[in-house]
Each structure stands twice: as C-alpha cells, then as structure tokens.
C-alpha cells in the first residue's frame, strides 16, 4: 500500500485538476487527507484510504490507478504539490 498519494495522481484518479482538488480540499468539500498553508504556499498530504472512500473504491484499485498512471518508477519518490494563494 502506498503511504501518500501525489495530488497530481489523485485529481487524475478524480477526473479534475490540481487546482480544482486543491481548492475543493481547501474549502473542506474533499476531506482527502491534510491541507496545510504556510504563508502563501499550500500543499496537500492526500491519503489513499480517504480517496478511496471518497471515490467508494478499494485501496486495492486506488494503488492500481496509481501504478498505471505514475507507473512503478514514479513511487520511489514523494512530492509535494503547492498551490500559490
């Protein structure tokens, strides 16, 4: 299972954009995982178990959709995505 997932990742996962999930985790619509602001930059901790449940899926098929789409090289590194406010 996989520890965090990139919010790039997860919007695809989604079908939006970053932006768009940024902003829906910001007003607290999508309760994906941990959204932090420090000053003007912000950056989400996405959870896999949170979008799951969010999307009514398994963990099994959120760590496929994640694989197929970051493929298996993408994993061995985090990052986090920021958003400018």
Do not use: F
Not at 20 to 47: F, P, Q
Request: proline share 1%; glycine share 10%; charged share 30%.
């Amino acid at each position: 299972m996989i520890g965090r997932i990139r919010t790039a990742t997860a919007a695809k996962i989604c079908g939006v954009s970053t932006g768009y999930l940024l902003e829906k985790m910001r007003t607290g619509e999508y309760d994906l995982g941990d959204y932090n602001k420090n000053g003007k930059k912000a950056y989400a901790v996405i959870r896999p178990g949170k979008l799951a449940a969010h999307l009514q899926r398994s963990i099994s098929e959120i760590d496929t959709a994640v694989r197929e789409i970051e493929g298996e090289e993408g994993r061995k590194t985090t990052c986090r995505s920021t958003l400018t406010i």
